[in-house]
């Protein structure tokens, strides 16, 4: 065999084999977002079960208790609010208003917590979508975001499309 034929082969193959032995790279990079619930009193359990409500439903961006927080939520005795300052960023206010007339607190947190993930209220009415907060009954309990909003909120995170909520605003949702 020409030696300049073994030169290529010999290229070939070891291209072929670094593409075998290299892992494949991640096509998005999930982001961590730490939040602080030590202010949020009996509400912990509901903030928590909701970040894990949000872990299960998107992939890109994962919610892990701990400081320094990226958002931190606070209970009082006023409405539920958020307000976000950037992408994931913020403080979020789980008002015994609205668990006092019977909203759930998890949907709440979720909701809530949707906020700081880029998403804004959508007054619809309907329990299947999350981010219509307070204008679906009481009775409504569905703390897991629709198909448009873990999309929504998977698509914020990979930089394909601009968070939809606005910034540096108080969303209350009532």
């Given amino acids: 065999m020409p030696r300049r034929l073994r030169h290529v082969l010999s290229l070939v193959l070891g291209l072929a084999l670094l593409a075998v032995a290299t892992p494949a790279r991640a096509t998005a990079l999930v982001t961590v977002l730490r939040y602080d619930s030590s202010r949020a009193a009996e509400f912990v359990s509901a903030v928590d079960q909701a970040a894990a409500i949000w872990n299960s439903s998107v992939s890109n961006v994962r919610l892990v208790k701990g400081t320094p927080a990226h958002f931190t939520v606070i209970a009082d005795n006023g409405w539920p609010r958020a307000l976000p300052t950037s992408l994931g960023r913020g403080t979020v206010w789980m008002g015994r208003e609205a668990t006092s007339q019977g909203y759930n607190p998890v949907r709440i947190a979720a909701h809530e917590i949707g906020h700081i993930l880029g998403l804004p209220d959508r007054r619809t009415g309907l329990c299947t979508d999350l981010m219509s907060g307070s204008s679906a009954p009481t009775s409504c309990t569905n703390a897991n975001p629709s198909a448009a909003e ?25």
């Fill in 150 to 174: 873990r999309a929504a909120v998977n698509r914020a995170f990979a930089g394909t499309a601009a968070p939809l909520v606005e910034f540096d605003r108080l969303h209350v949702d009532r």
